[in-house]
């Protein structure tokens, strides 16, 4: 097999990307070596802070906070108040509503009002507890339905319109409507959220995050330092994953660990407890759905009518983003010629939810598949047949916010190659056959598909910036604005470098993330990590190598194309060099061989206020195929058969690439299966803990689990090797398992859509169940 060309021109094969190679930290993760905030050394007097709060209080004004018996605990250094903030007591993203420590107000049951400061973790956690805070309660608002009641928003609402969707519900053969819950879910990443802070020279504070936006960090805690930015320098090596759960929500901890550190002039750091760190942080924001869609006798949309209800919690944090992205996806693979896609963004008295994996477009997806199932169901025909009806094509491509589905073939044919692949047909009658047989068991079967977005919606956030050093023994250290999570983002970077020196990994020394090299950076986020920072870091890369080749030249009296990078030597005509020897060379002719690079996505034109432009560099395609078996005198489900086939583009490396699909999958499929977030009527979240809240486990993992690459011609766009993003779109294959279960309940009464919602708990499964025997027999 011949190996691939780089599309911008190189000759001779690649020989460091599209490689199926281990991830960076891959031999210290699986041997308990990789360093993360929590094993570093300890600076000598290192001090350990915890946050305080009113743990009977839900909502409320505080009439008293008594700290007396904290501050006298044994150990305890001090005791930190909204009093002792001396610049700005917020840690907001942009809209100044979060306050790092709670002061007139509890504006939701775990909000922090205090923080012990102590010489040991332990000590500090005692004396937290032996705080007397007195808060006037007020009837809170918890539900989706309280702030409709209340008509209390945190942002005003927003839409998309296109055609005349009213006119299209009356012209339409058939109008289905139905309301459906969506919940929400814990990130629940292994390493929970943590920050060290290091008081440094003239008031300058160094702090080691776990945190996937660092920028944000340096802005938030010189903003509650009240110092300059120049002051302060977050870095993160790597995070024990992350999810969107410490894109903005890591803000508070490491504003809490500087603050401790500068006022005790001692290094303090804070790691939040399980519990803690899930009664006080966001989830993905849970919606309630209204929809309504008209279609003709074969199923063909005419008109949708849509509107997403979201529970955003006490302040805004990322709910701009996430819920526009929602609005972004509701379409999932289908036009809609007429449409009203609306949504409201509601306050109420619970913890403020935030970015997660997907940022909104699961949600809008999952509603869409609620629609295609219903017509389906409706018609008495196959659902596969009603989403191929209405995917996108050639003549019917444009987007319900104006944006054309220009690589609608690769969904087509994508789709196409897994129903065969999957046996789809086959194993629907296979299907049939057993629910005819069986009263108790019950198999669903669904193929759906995925078409995710990638770039941030908001313009400003698609740049990246790289620092990038050849020294002159031939090694190169790397430094880029993107975090690792355990995604494989400094991996891939470094084989983009790699790749553009011509020299093998391990001559590319990969460093922590730090802000004081590479400023004013994005989230690693909206899974464009690797597209912003790998393409800058090859422009960082071939501006030393174009410095080379010039110099070269000079030397030698030839011309470029006579030069060439490979294998950790530089070829001039028919002489081999090493690259350290070059290195030295230009070095002693005094050429720069460190450059900073820049990247900035073309193309993203979208303006929100009038909803027009392209706000998405390219699309993501994928489909999965899942075969499920439930229980319906239990409600217990089990996932028999997954077969997923998924767009990357060009991999710029396949192992990495396969496990973001499989993790994305089995994440997405713990969030519509069993992932539950309960609150009670008080607004304190019961489902705390793992003994509460059930994430997937080996067990869970379908029994027979394929997943593939698609193999298509790469991303029509310049993106770096012509890839594609991977760590969200997966996340949306698991629609698949959650039709499937809708599959196997609307077999209990044919033409009858189920009213089944996520999470599909066999709580829920049962619910719908015996809903689907009462229609029945009614």
Not at 478 to 499: F, S
Request: proline residues 5%.
């Amino acid at each position: 097999m011949t190996a691939p060309l780089d599309p911008e021109g190189m000759t001779g094969p690649l020989k460091s990307v599209r490689k199926a190679l281990p991830h960076d930290s891959a031999a210290k993760h699986v041997s308990g070596t990789a360093t993360y905030i929590d094993d570093m050394v300890e600076p000598t007097g290192t001090l350990h802070v915890v946050p305080g709060w009113a743990r009977d209080a839900v909502r409320g004004r505080i009439q008293s906070v008594d700290l007396d018996e904290v501050r006298s605990a044994p150990g305890v250094v001090a005791v930190l108040t909204a009093e002792d903030v001396p610049g700005t007591n917020d840690c907001s993203s942009a809209f100044g509503d979060d306050p790092v420590l709670a002061k007139d107000e509890i504006l939701f049951h775990g909000q922090v009002v205090f923080a012990v400061v102590a010489e040991a973790r332990d000590q500090a956690r005692k004396a937290a507890q032996k705080a007397r805070i007195e808060v006037a309660g007020i009837t809170p608002i918890l539900t989706v339905d309280d702030a409709v009641d209340a008509d209390i928003t945190v942002l005003p609402d927003y839409q998309f319109r296109r055609g005349s969707p009213e006119t299209g519900m009356t012209a339409a053969e058939t109008i289905q409507s139905g309301t459906m819950r969506i919940g929400g879910q814990e990130h629940f990443y292994l390493e929970g959220q943590v920050a060290m802070a290091q008081p440094q020279e003239d008031g300058g504070m160094l702090v080691h995050s776990s945190t996937q936006h660092p920028t944000e960090i340096q802005h938030t805690v010189a903003k509650v330092l009240g110092v300059p930015d120049a002051a302060v320098t977050a870095e993160v090596r790597r995070m024990g994953g992350g999810f969107g759960g410490k894109e903005s929500q890591a803000n508070q901890w490491a504003a809490l660990a500087a603050l401790a550190a500068n006022k005790t002039g001692q290094a303090c750091k804070m790691r939040l407890d399980r519990d803690d760190d899930m009664i006080m942080t966001g989830k993905r924001h849970d919606f309630k759905v209204n929809w309504k869609v008209g279609h003709d006798g074969e199923g063909r949309i005419r008109a949708v009518d849509m509107e997403f209800l979201a529970r955003c919690g006490y302040s805004v944090d990322l709910s701009l983003g996430v819920n526009d992205r929602t609005l972004f996806h509701a379409d999932s693979s289908y036009f809609y010629p007429d449409a009203l896609i609306r949504s409201r963004r509601l306050r109420t008295d619970t913890c403020s939810n935030t970015a997660f994996r997907g940022f909104g477009g699961p949600q809008g997806m999952l509603a869409a598949e609620r629609m295609i199932d219903a017509i389906a169901i409706r018609l008495g025909k196959d659902p596969l047949e009603i989403r191929k009806l209405n995917f996108y094509d050639g003549e019917r491509n444009l987007t319900p916010y104006g944006m054309p589905v220009e690589e609608y073939e690769v969904m087509h044919d994508l789709i196409d190659q897994l129903e065969q692949s999957s046996d789809y047909w086959a194993r629907r009658e296979d299907v049939s056959a057993f629910n005819a047989e069986n009263a108790i068991l019950k198999k669903g079967l669904a193929l759906t598909p995925v078409k995710f977005g990638i770039s941030f919606t908001l313009k400003h956030l698609n740049q990246a910036g790289a620092l990038v050093h050849l020294y002159t023994d031939g090694s190169v250290h790397l430094n880029h604005g993107g975090t690792e999570m355990g995604q494989g983002l400094y991996q891939k970077v470094a084989q983009v470098v790699a790749e553009e020196f011509g020299i093998t990994l391990d001559k590319v020394l990969i460093t922590a993330t730090n802000t004081s090299k590479v400023p004013n950076t994005g989230p690693t986020a909206a899974s464009s990590g690797t597209d912003l920072n790998a393409m800058a870091a090859k422009l960082a890369a071939k501006e030393i190598k174009a410095r080379l080749i010039t110099f070269l030249c000079e030397q030698h009296q030839c011309s470029a194309e006579a030069i060439h990078f490979s294998d950790n030597k530089v070829l001039v005509g028919d002489q081999s060099f090493a690259l350290s020897e070059i290195a030295k060379q230009a070095h002693m002719a005094r050429i720069q061989m460190s450059h900073a690079g820049f990247y900035a996505t073309p193309g993203i034109t979208w303006d929100r206020d009038s909803a027009t432009g392209r706000p998405f560099y390219y699309f993501a395609f994928g489909g999965a195929c899942a075969e499920v078996t439930i229980d319906t005198m239990t409600g217990e489900m089990t996932v028999d058969r997954v077969d997923i086939l998924h767009d990357v583009g060009h991999s710029l490396n396949p192992a990495i690439d396969m496990g973001q699909i499989e993790g994305g999958f089995v994440q997405g499929m713990g969030w519509l299966t069993t992932e539950e977030l309960v609150w009670d009527g008080k607004g304190r979240l019961r489902t705390h803990a793992p003994s509460t809240y059930k994430i997937p486990t080996a067990s869970d993992i379908p029994e027979e689990f394929t997943v593939r690459l698609y193999e298509g011609s790469g991303n029509p766009q310049a993106t770096v090797y012509r890839s594609k993003a991977v760590g969200e779109p997966p996340v949306m294959l698991a629609n698949a398992v959650f039709c499937a279960i809708n599959d196997a309940v609307a077999s209990l009464a044919p033409g009858e859509v189920p009213d089944l919602d996520a999470p599909a708990t066999p709580e829920a499964i049962m619910k719908a169940v015996q809903d689907m025997r009462r229609r029945k027999h009614a």
